[in-house]
């Protein structure tokens, strides 16, 4: 099903937005439909380099291990890497997409919202049908614009582009990619969860700054008095600044403020007025606030969004006429006025507009809910409704109200009914005038259908279930209804059975009188052990193993009962345990999926997940089992840390916020571990390796053991699988005092991550030689303490954000470093960075996710090699001058949201570019350009040419760019 006037529907979306940026938007998608295929190559070509790269680094290894000159071959080795790490960059530049990076914040909002609206509110229509549009011939969905322009479902949409505008306002450096809010919304599901998740962000922002002086004067502040009613004590006012659309927030409940008007108001493309309180002394509190733009009334909202209080919807009209200089019926002709329905004004069928407070005469309606305070119910008697919708369950009083009307042609309730089911049906009947439940169907929606008793089966047939003389096939149903009388259920064939709760024994006597069960769902599993749930399914399902049962009951059942799925073939699977297929491979060649009993195996064989705990994990054949994922949960006994130890082997290892209470020392020095031969990690969607360590796993293809939000946690006590890669230890307990053990030991140790801790009582943190990645987050170091890695020559990146480095007395840094990340980090007052021996080093960047946190360093020098310098979102307070001409190759310095309060000179080479949007420095400060010096301009760029650019500036090779 889809929408068959999509046009038309998109035509009434874009209404949401202003004219300007849906003509940025149309360049924006033109630019990427002309360089999509222009970008496919690109990164075809780009990720075939990174494969040959990475098998070149395991031939390389191999030889090292063979090579007699062991340094010249490491050498070797590292350019290898080197070259693997410039297409990784290249490929993160693509996904980023400088067509986005380039478009105004406005038109970002537009794309970002755009996204949301096209996924949730068309889902919302197509799957709920709310306003009830009718269907085509082919079943696709007809959208009237005119109901859809007058529906609050299209107030909705502004609500949600207004979250996207305030989210972009307080956290623009996390947007990157229009994708970012499909990650950050990937849980919820529906159109209500995301108006939801919107109320919540907005309820987060809440920080009340605008009442420091009182809410009297917070009331006046930023205000400019346009109209007054004296004799109504009211009076209309423009807003100006952001403490003032701050303020009209709080009071009217909306979200005007706390960002995402705030720019456009600032600029005068946008005129925020409010209807307020005219008093003297006491506070001018608001009871509408107006969105003016582009000529047009955008937006009329009373509190929370809603209608306007009646007691002032009379001084609002008289408002939006002085506003527009126009009469109400020449603004609405000319589609000058939306939200014309919140000052007091409803739309009939045809779109004529109606004064709800002088309302005579009889008109049809499209759509009208029950619970709509817009009307009064002396007026129902004049309406006939198309469809009538109740938003909560009927209470008995709604039937006598629904009796008012002069006709409901259609009716819906999708709440279950506390009462009898059959007075329910009663009373509709007779509200409805329907005389045969075979009738109900044109006039009632589903859900109250199925509250009433009546059922529709498979071919679409009514049935009353309190009537049912004969076998019928449903196509779904809840364990939990109570729908069917219990004499009726073996009457009853299910293809899909769902359960929203653990199962029971008293569960299965339930589904043993149905006539059959076709498949069983229950994603909580099962309350009692997995010997007698093989038993309750196998009675069930007529089954006598796992192949019996495997398309009878889902996959949750599956692992409960003591199951899992064999991978035949481990190189074939991808992180999240997909098989990956070759095109060219035919259906018939696919590998089908094997279950086997973890409990009682034969032979080695490979798994997908498997959680410690519980009766099946106890009684697994440990010593046969390699699993794919190993999660670990809640406390850890020390029965399930013996058996976790027996385990064959894994691929990753992770403990999710879990007590080691029970636990005295942790052995996995006997877990093999194993990598997956088909990478599937996406370079393009990391800012960085870890992200701190909450993805970590996303980014890994194997041989990692992580420690995610764990307490009672002691590093020093466990023993780490002798093959290990990839290490995270991660606390709940932050600033808890530890020693790490000693890591050098793991010689095929990659990354090392280190979350929350407190390591001053370390005197030594011993590392292999081969580590390329190193992280501390959120750590304290003590006191005269040296941070030299200068010997590590594979480490390539370092992270210390958010750490307390103030004891650190000396920083000394590899020759093969190429990123350094310190956002959030405390330095010693004064102290220095020096990376002038980090040759491999091309661009610098902070990664300050800790926005306007101080750093304390006086000087930090660069290597001459370096190309880029950001040192965004951040305060350097003790830095003074800023000599930045020994650096040749420097093509831009971004300073953009930073500030340097002490800084007296900073000194530019030639041709290098300076973005420095709302930096902070003193007003003495001199800048000093070299030749062919200048400000980067802000400025619409062609994603080919931008691209190539930065490609350039960074070195990076670039294999074939299609041009």
């Known amino acids: 099903m889809k929408i068959a006037n999509f046009r038309d529907y998109v035509k009434v979306l ?8 849906m003509d940025e938007l149309g360049n924006y998608y033109r630019a990427l439909m002309a360089s999509g295929s222009a970008l496919k190559k690109q990164k075809a070509l780009l990720q075939k380099e990174v494969y040959r790269l990475n098998a070149a680094i395991k031939r390389q290894a191999e030889k090292i291990r063979q090579a007699e000159d062991k340094k010249a071959a490491g050498l070797a080795m590292a350019e290898l890497r080197r070259q693997k790490q410039e297409q990784v960059k290249c490929l993160k530049e693509l996904q980023n997409s400088d067509h986005f990076n380039v478009l ?78 499909k990650t950050m919304l990937n849980g919820v599901r529906d159109w209500r969860g995301l108006l939801e998740y919107a109320n919540d962000f907005f309820e987060k922002l809440n920080d009340n700054d605008f009442l420091e002086e009182g809410p009297v004067k917070a009331s006046r502040q930023g205000t400019e008095v346009i109209q007054t009613w004296p004799d109504r004590k009211l009076q209309l006012v ?33 005129f925020i007025y409010s209807l307020r309180d005219n008093c003297a002394d006491g506070e001018w509190l608001p009871h509408a606030t107006i969105e003016y733009r582009d000529g047009k009334i955008k937006q009329i909202k009373g509190y929370k969004d809603k209608e306007i209080d009646a007691a002032y919807r009379e001084t609002a009209r008289e408002a939006v006429m002085f506003i527009l200089g126009s009469d109400m019926a020449g603004s609405v002709m000319s589609d000058k006025l939306a939200d014309a329905r919140n000052l007091g004004y409803i739309a009939d069928v045809s779109g004529k507009l109606y004064d ?51 006709k409901i042609r259609f009716l819906e309730n999708g709440y279950d009914y506390d009462g009898d089911a059959l007075f329910l049906r009663q009373q509709i009947f007779s509200v409805l005038g329907i005389l ?166 034969d032979e080695t064989a490979h798994i997908g997940q498997v959680s410690c705990g519980g009766d099946v994990w106890r009684d697994a054949d440990m010593s046969h089992l390699i699993c794919r994922d190993v999660n670990v949960k809640e406390e850890l006994q020390p029965e399930d840390a013996v058996q976790l130890s027996r385990l064959s082997g894994a691929y990753d290892v992770h403990f999710d916020h879990v007590s080691f209470k029970q636990i005295q020392t942790l052995d996995l020095s006997g877990l093999q571990m194993f990598e997956r031969q088909l990478e599937k990690t996406d370079v393009m969607t990391a800012s960085s390796f870890f992200l701190e360590g909450y993805t970590v796993s996303h980014f890994l293809a194997g041989s990692s053991v992580i ?67 190193l992280a501390f987050y959120d750590c304290s170091f003590g006191s005269g303490k040296n941070m030299d890695l200068s010997r590590f020559e594979n480490l390539s990146v370092l992270r210390v954000k958010g750490c307390d480095l103030q004891g650190v007395e000396r920083f000394a840094f590899p020759s093969g470093l ?121 400025q619409e760029v062609n994603l080919s040419e931008h691209f190539l650019r930065e490609l350039k500036f960074k070195g990076v090779k670039i294999i074939d760019a299609g041009r």
């Open 356 to 406: 709800v407070s002088s309302l005579h005469e009889e008109i049809e309606l499209s759509s009208f809910s029950l619970d709509d305070k817009l009307l009064p119910p002396e007026k129902f008697p004049l309406l006939t409704v198309k469809s009538l919708s109740v938003s909560r369950p009927f209470k008995n009083e709604d039937f006598e109200i629904l009796r008012k009307f002069k």
């Open 104 to 181: 105004s914040e406005e038109a970002k909002v537009c794309v970002c919202s755009g996204f949301l609206l096209q996924k949730y509110m068309a889902r919302e229509l197509l799957e709920n049908n709310p306003l009830h549009f009718p269907t085509d011939a082919k079943g696709n969905l007809v959208v009237n614009t005119d109901e859809l322009r007058r529906s609050d479902i299209l107030q909705e949409a502004g609500h949600i582009r207004d979250f996207v505008a305030a989210y972009l306002v307080h956290y623009p450096e996390k947007v990157k990619t229009p994708g970012h809010f």
């Open 238 to 270: 423009r807003l100006h600044t952001q403490k003032a659309l701050d303020y009209e927030s709080d009071k009217m409940n909306h979200c005007v403020g706390k960002g995402g008007y705030d720019k456009d108001v600032l600029s005068g493309k946008t």
């Open 818 to 938: 190429e990123a350094f990340a310190i956002g959030g980090a405390l330095f010693a007052r004064g102290a220095a960075l020096d990376l002038s021996g980090c040759h491999q080093m091309k661009i610098f960047d902070v990664d300050a996710s800790f926005e306007n946190k101080e750093i304390a360093l006086s000087r930090i020098t660069f290597p001459e090699e370096i190309e880029e310098i950001k040192l965004c979102g951040l305060k350097f307070s003790e830095i003074e001058s800023f000599d930045l001409r020994a650096y040749p190759n420097l093509r831009c310095a971004d300073v953009e949201r930073s500030a340097f309060p002490k800084l007296r000179k900073l000194l530019l080479p030639a041709g290098c570019e300076l973005k420095k949007d709302n930096w902070e420095i003193p007003a003495e400060t001199e800048v000093v350009r070299g030749e062919g010096a200048k400000e980067f301009p802000p």
């Open 707 to 773: 420690f995610h939000g764990c307490r009672d946690l002691s590093p020093e006590a466990i023993r780490l699988p002798r093959g290990i890669k990839h290490v995270m230890f991660d606390t709940a307990d932050c600033g808890t005092k530890i020693k790490l053990p000693d890591f050098s030991r793991y010689e095929n140790l990659e990354s090392l991550q280190v979350n929350h801790f407190d390591l001053s009582e370390n005197e030594t943190v011993r590392l292999p030689k081969g580590l390329k990645y």
């Open 436 to 601: 045969n439940y075979r009738k109900a169907e044109d006039r009632v929606g589903v859900k109250l259908l199925q509250t009433m008793g009546i059922i529709s089966d498979i071919h679409g047939k009514l049935h009353d279930v309190y009537m049912l003389k004969e076998d019928i096939e449903l196509a779904s149903l809840q364990l939990d209804s109570k729908l069917f009388p219990e004499d009726k259920l073996p009457f009853l064939t299910v293809k899909t059975m769902s359960a929203a709760r653990r199962l029971t024994d008293a569960d299965f006597e339930k589904l043993m009188k149905f006539k059959k069960i076709g498949f069983l769902k229950a994603s909580e599993g099962y309350e009692g052990d997995y010997r007698m749930l093989r038993r309750q399914v196998f009675a069930l399902t007529g089954g006598q193993s796992a192949e019996d049962v495997k398309t009878r009951v889902d996959a949750g059942l599956m692992s409960a009962m003591g199951f899992a799925i064999k991978i035949e073939d481990p190189s074939r699977y991808d992180k999240r345990g997909r098989i990956c297929f070759d095109l060219s491979e035919s259906g018939q060649n696919r590998p089908e999926e094997k279950w086997v009993d973890v409990t009682d195996l």
């Open 14 to 21: 874009r209404e949401v937005y202003s004219r300007e940026n």
